[in-house]
């Protein structure tokens, strides 16, 4: 029993570590999407001022 309970504790604590490891990656991810959107949206509008001038 005492090997039972060992190993559920790992696997708990392992289980918490990894899941608090998942939201730190996907909030990078998410910075680093809305970044490449806002550098997307720039250009678009670079582009629509250069077109607009000619």
Known sequence: ????ACY????TLAT???TT????I???SESMR????????EREIKREN???HT
């Open 1 to 4: 029993m005492r090997a039972n």
């Open 8 to 11: 559920h504790t790992a696997t």
């Open 16 to 18: 918490i570590a990894v």
């Open 21 to 24: 490891m998942d939201k730190a």
């Open 26 to 28: 996907q909030a990078e």
């Open 34 to 41: 809305a970044k490449r959107m806002l550098i997307h949206r």
């Open 50 to 52: 250069k077109s607009s």
